[in-house]
Nanobody, 133 residues
Framework: EVRLVESGGGLVQPGESLRLSCAAS????????MSWVRQRPGRGLEWIAG??????????YYADHVKGRFTISRDNPKSTLYLQLDSLGREDTAVYYC????????????????????????RGQGTQVTVSS
């Protein structure tokens, strides 16, 4: 059974940073692309970043509006996915989820980056990020 458990969310002020983690189990982590998605209040699921199994910047992809502020990474031996969130703004307030993709390649998510579930709901319970002064 696929299990994804996010942590690291919280309440921060504009301009501050957070680091989210996602502990994965129940599947061969280094065989799948992974993504972070979020749900802002009153909106649908939005893809924001994805990473192929090889990791590193050349295997990482971002939605335009988070590029340069968020950094996705993975530690395959630890079966853990990360998202570093810097320069947070109020518009980043959302529940953040990690999601297992259906294969080794991050799917293309064109603007407006609506998330598509390619892995039968393999997504965690989410962690709340609130940006407020």
């Amino acid at each position: 059974e696929v299990r994804l458990v996010e942590s690291g969310g919280g309440l921060v002020q504009p301009g501050e940073s957070l680091r989210l983690s996602c502990a994965a189990s129940g599947f061969v982590f280094n065989s799948y692309a992974m993504s972070w998605v979020r749900q802002r209040p009153g909106r649908g699921l939005e893809w924001i970043a994805g990473i192929n199994p090889g990791g590193g910047p050349t295997n990482s992809y971002y939605a335009d509006h988070v590029k340069g502020r968020f950094t996705i990474s993975r530690d395959n031996p630890k079966s853990t996915l990360y998202l570093q969130l810097d320069s947070l703004g109020r518009e980043d307030t959302a529940v953040y989820y990690c999601a297992k993709e259906g294969g080794r390649i991050v799917p293309i998510y064109p603007p407006p980056y609506a998330y598509k579930d390619y892995s039968n709901g393999a997504r965690g319970q989410g962690t709340q990020v609130t940006v407020s002064s």
